[in-house]
């Protein structure tokens, strides 16, 4: 299974900053908008069928969390953009969804990318999904390609009114959901070590071509993955260091944690890629050693054979006057030197410690 490293860029040569145009994958077929607004020990959590009912929620004194899957429906997405003041170049950035994470900010509020992956144990596959936050005043906007998520950990945590999430804004909110993000990313490196333990295993036992895609493909995903969980660490270093006051600073010491897990995951990815490159190494020792095996095998076999092949040659002239081909014991006697000849070249490749 090949995966590729590069995705194309679908959009239009000189096409326009700020253009919002859709040119990725349609993952649904109707966008759905979620919604989660609360307040100490106020919560309420809906669907809704019209997007222009998530407008009455702008200007509350409560926090809410407005989630939008899928990305397709430009027109919805230029409406509320227009109505919570994102600039277009905001917009454009979430429907193109090949972004590499990062942290925007732009006073009145502050713009996030992150990746959510999920491994595939069965095709050791990565699948990554962009995740964009806008974090308001009041309110946080989130957009998916399609629904289900990592992020649902966090919703149950404002239903149960756990810890301090209803009580600390929505700069907490945008912490908690960048968290539950890096959280999976755990998940994932567990599916990557224990299908490198197997590997390993595999190569010390009997190592096989199939062992040695397997390696090659889950290189690659490490690369995709690697490109999702480094540009992380400069994005909450920025969020730490910077003086944001939509985060508040009760949400610094948080993030300072947040960035160690990321470092923690890169840290992990760069090991992976390490034992990797180590079992590609181990593999090709491997198959080196076992092609040595067979050759030392045939060479002393042929050593062997060699003086055996030199008395088979001599007595196999024609010459007339051989007097050893008129004598009545010289078959036997023949045999007997080729298998005593033979017995001690064995002895002596046994001493040696070549057999």
């Known amino acids: 299974m090949m995966v590729k490293l590069h995705h194309r860029v679908r959009k239009p040569a000189a096409q326009a900053p700020g253009t919002v145009e859709f040119h990725g994958e349609k993952r649904v077929e109707r966008v759905t908008i979620k919604v989660i607004d609360y307040q100490g020990d106020r919560f309420e959590e809906r669907e809704i069928d019209d997007f222009h009912e998530c407008f009455t929620y702008r200007n509350t004194d409560t926090v809410t969390w407005i989630n939008v899957n899928g990305l397709h429906d430009t027109d919805l997405l230029r409406e509320l953009g227009a109505h919570y003041g994102l600039h277009s170049l905001v917009l454009e950035d979430i429907v193109n969804t090949h972004q590499r994470p990062k942290m925007e900010d732009f006073g009145d509020y502050i ?179 076992r092609m040595n095996e067979v050759m030392k095998v045939l060479t002393i076999f042929a050593s062997i054979f060699v003086p055996l092949t030199f008395l088979a040659g001599v007595y196999g002239m024609n010459f007339t006057y051989m007097p050893e081909l008129g004598w009545r014991w010289s078959y036997p006697i023949f045999w007997l030197v080729t298998l005593a000849l033979g017995g001690v070249l064995l002895l002596f490749f046994h001493r040696r410690k070549w057999l």
């Open 111 to 289: 713009y996030l990318v992150c990746r959510m992956l999920s491994f595939n144990s069965e095709n050791l596959s990565l699948a990554s999904e962009q995740l964009s936050l806008v974090l308001g005043r009041n309110f946080v906007l989130s957009f998916q390609e399609r629904p289900g998520d990592v992020l649902e950990p966090v919703r149950e945590r404002l239903r149960l009114g756990k810890g301090r999430i209803r009580t600390n804004g929505p700069g907490y909110l945008s912490y908690a959901l960048v968290d539950a993000v890096v959280d999976h990313y755990f998940t994932v490196l567990e599916g990557f070590g224990d299908e490198i333990e197997t590997l390993e295993e595999e190569l010390l036992l009997e190592p096989g071509l199939d062992a040695l895609q397997r390696i090659h493909h889950l290189k690659r995903e490490i690369v995709l993955l690697r490109r999702a969980v480094w540009p992380l660490r400069e994005v909450v270093s920025r969020l730490d260091r910077e003086e944001l006051p939509l985060l508040g600073a009760h949400v610094r010491p948080y993030l300072r944690d947040l960035y160690d897990h990321v470092i923690h995951v890169a840290d992990s990815v760069d090991s992976f890629r390490d034992l990797l490159s180590g079992l590609q190494d181990l593999y090709l020792s491997s198959v080196s050693n």
